[in-house]
């Protein structure tokens, strides 16, 4: 059975999928959307994420998906991110 996260360990993953750059994730809209920033060292924003929907992204394949497809986003603009295996 794939692994659920709590809201608290998704904002956990996705500010850590960023590195060596800022993020910051929130979760709201009565706990059911997800948004983050990603910054530079100048705080000057990379890529924001305004909202996505929670449920669609507990499962760790779910979200280990989407945050590789917002990565190499963040890479295609020309800002280079450490390694990050993803989950499981």
């Known amino acids: 059975m794939a692994s659920m996260k709590t809201n ?7 500010e850590g999928a960023f590195s060596p750059l800022n993020c910051v994730a ?9 948004r983050f920033r990603v910054s530079d060292a100048m705080n000057e924003t990379v890529l924001s994420c305004p909202s996505e929907v929670l449920a669609n992204l507990r499962a760790d394949a779910a979200l280990t998906a989407f945050l590789q497809d ?19």
Do not use: H, M, S
């Open 8 to 14: 608290e360990q998704i904002c956990a993953v996705v």
């Open 26 to 34: 929130e979760i709201w809209d009565y706990e059911q959307k997800l």
């Open 70 to 88: 917002v990565r190499a986003e963040v890479e295609a603009n020309g800002y280079t991110l450490n390694p990050w295996p993803g989950l499981g």
